[in-house]
Every structure is written in C-alpha cells, then in structure tokens.
C-alpha cells in the first residue's frame, strides 16, 4: 500500500505559493514492542480504569483534568478542549531563514519528506530547493496540524526537501544546570594533541547503514530461537555492569596512544617521560607510610 501523506497543502514564499505533500520519515517497525501475558492461560492482561474505593468504572464516566496543586484538579469538557484546538492550515508560510548550523540540535524533533504535489509544483519547488542549498539555509515556520501548531525547519534533502518539527524554547532544560559542576580547567596539550589525530584518524562520511541496535538484533534472534524449540535461552553482556571511573593522566595518555597504535611511547617529549615519573613516587611515598602505620600501632598496643 502506497504511504499517505500526514499533511497536504502549500509552501508560501511571499507571493509564491508550492503544493507539496508531506510523508513519515521515520517508522517504528524496528523496535521490540512487548505485552504482558498470564502465563497459565497464556491471554493477554487487560487493564480496567478503576477509581480508588470505588473499584472499575465505565469510560463514559471520565473527564480529563489538570492537576494544579496537589489533589486539585482542574476539570475540562471534551467540547472545552475542543474550542481551543487550532484549525489545520493548509499553508506553510516561511517567516524567516537561519543559517544551516544555526539550530541547535536539541530542537530539532522529529523529520518529515516534502515531494512537490503535482507535476507543475516541481519547477516553484526545486528553484526553492536549490536557493536553500546553495545559499545554506533553513526556511522556518509555523505549521497548525492535529489541532497543534509546530514550528518547523524546511532544509533540502537530495531530491526532495525535509520538514522537521522544533521542540520550543520552554520544552527544554537549561544545560548550565548540568554541566556547571565541569571544571574549566586547560586540557594537557600532550593529550589533546593525542585525541585530535585519533579524531583525525577515524573521520569518515557517515553511513547509517553501518550502525545496527545490537539489542534488537539479539532480541529478534532470542524470539525466533524460541518459536523453533522449547527452552530458556540467556544473552550474555561480557561487561560486569560497573560504572567506568575516571582514570588519571598517565592511563589515558597509554590509552590514546594504544588507540593510534603507538605502544612504544618513545621519548618524543622529555617532559612526558617526567610526567610518567612523578606518580612513581608519590606511589612510592604512600607504600612507605603505609608500612609504617601497622608498627605504630604495635607499639602503642604494648605501651598499653
């Protein structure tokens, strides 16, 4: 079956009007979607609606509400709701152009195709297309769709364009919130000179292709092992579940160097080999006093 549009009508640039449909770019039939089974009938578990005190209810018996304060709610009709739903618009108009790596990434939520409508919307579509490209922008705009209304990036995409919905402003955390306990400390120059050739080393074009859900691979492979025979299967994960901890500067310069194929770790800089050094001895140090300690506590034992 042929996909159908989720949305048609028209792009407006100013006085230029384009039909276009616009398509799902994504599907979820990839992921792993489970139910929940009684095991000795082997029939899926329903759920009713059931009020506390009051036990199972019928659905005609139930209103949505927004809960204001704690145990208080305030209470909509289906018809209130109904009011304030905007009407699907059947024009996009294009309120402004950014440059393509102006949007952070956090916005940007869910991506749609964008195909001309008919064979005389192709010529108005592909001169936008093109304008977009060579100029390096993205149109935005706002789209009312399922009583919603979006705000949407119009970018080029191969042949066609894409439409992809923005998260707004206050959907989002503040990142200052997490990152305010990193510390501004410079990175080694040693290491950071590590890391950039090994960035440099392993850049490549990005292929989709080459990532697989390893999870939902095994879990496809777990599912279909069972339907051929009875029997536990167990998937194992060689990694014992630990959280990693941060190591210190020596582990991570052997580290980037193993990574680049360096394990000789030749003297290239002298500093670095006294960089290596030091940790030595106040290894050293701790050794010594922690032998100490256990004959200092002899002694006081025998003075008691």
């Known amino acids: 079956m042929a996909a159908r549009p989720i949305w048609r009508g028209q792009i407006r640039l100013a006085l230029v009007s384009i039909p276009v449909e616009v398509y799902s770019a994504t599907r979820s039939g990839a992921s792993i979607q489970f139910h929940q089974i009684h095991e000795p009938s082997g029939k899926r578990i329903k ?6 005190g009051i036990g199972p209810i019928n659905t005609d018996e139930i209103i949505k509400g927004f809960e204001v304060s704690k145990g208080e709610y305030v209470l909509l009709e289906p018809e209130e709701i109904e009011s304030v739903k905007l009407e699907s618009r059947k024009t996009l108009d294009l309120a402004q152009f950014v440059d393509v790596n102006e949007i952070d990434a956090l916005y940007y939520e869910k991506p749609y195709f964008v195909v001309p409508a008919d064979d005389l919307a192709e010529e108005a ?14 149109g935005i705009g706002q789209l009312a769709m399922r009583g919603q209304e979006y705000v949407v990036a119009l970018k080029p995409c191969g042949r066609g ?13 503040k990142a200052s919130s997490y990152f305010r306990e990193i510390g501004d400390a410079e990175p080694d120059p040693d290491l950071l000179d590590l890391a950039s050739t090994l960035i440099d080393k392993k850049t490549a074009k990005f292929d989709a292709s080459e990532f697989h859900n390893r999870y939902v691979d095994a879990l496809k492979g777990l599912i279909e092992e069972k339907r051929k025979k ?3 299967l167990v998937i194992q994960d060689p990694d014992d579940g630990k959280a990693p ?17 360096d394990d000789k770790g030749g003297g290239a800089n002298e500093n670095k080999g006294a960089a290596k050094k030091a940790p ?3 290894a050293s140090a701790r050794t010594a006093a922690a032998k100490k300690a256990p004959a200092k506590k002899t002694a006081e034992r025998k003075r008691a």
């Open 280 to 282: 030595a001895k106040k």
């Open 161 to 173: 364009m894409l439409l992809e919905t923005l998260r707004y402003a206050d959907e989002l955390n």
């Open 47 to 52: 759920y009713e609606k059931v009020v506390p």
């Open 245 to 261: 901890k941060g190591s210190n500067v020596i582990d991570l310069m052997a580290a980037l160097k193993k990574s680049l194929g």
């Open 230 to 232: 009875k029997g536990e």
């Open 125 to 138: 579509f592909i001169v936008l297309r093109d304008a977009l490209r060579a100029q390096r922008k993205v």
